[in-house]
């Protein structure tokens, strides 16, 4: 497994916006996304881009995340506006480095993983 490098946590108000980033890998993985998980839960998909540039969002971040990748630059974006106190959890990105994603938004399927970064939205 290939450890990410992640930045761009903190704390804002609601309403307010923040922006995560990704060092993705040397190698080109079908799959890369960003999952959360609050607090005695199990873990959230919140959104996937593949290769090609598709993207998938759960439906409590449509309209106010997006995904996207700078492929000069090797980083992987997510993009939070309109953040709601219930966007308050630990944010982690992941990669599939083996190819076995079916399902972009159930990260049990992927195999490499950025370290995390708390996201608090106070009201």
């Known amino acids: 497994q290939v450890q990410l490098v992640e930045s761009g946590g903190g704390s804002v108000q609601a309403g307010g916006s923040l922006t995560r980033s990704c060092a993705a890998p040397a190698y080109t993985p079908s799959w890369m996304g960003w999952v959360r998980q609050p607090p005695g839960k199990e873990h959230e998909g919140v959104a996937a881009?593949?290769?090609?540039?598709?993207?998938t969002y759960t439906d409590s971040v449509k309209g106010r995340f997006t995904i996207s990748k700078d492929n000069t630059k090797n980083i992987l974006y997510l993009q939070m506006n309109s953040l709601k106190p219930e966007d308050t959890r630990m944010y982690y990105c992941a990669a599939d480095r083996l190819g076995l994603v079916r399902r972009p938004l159930n990260m049990y399927e992927y195999n490499t993983w950025g370290q995390g970064t708390q996201v608090t939205v106070s009201s």
């Open positions: 881009i593949n290769s090609g540039g598709y993207t």
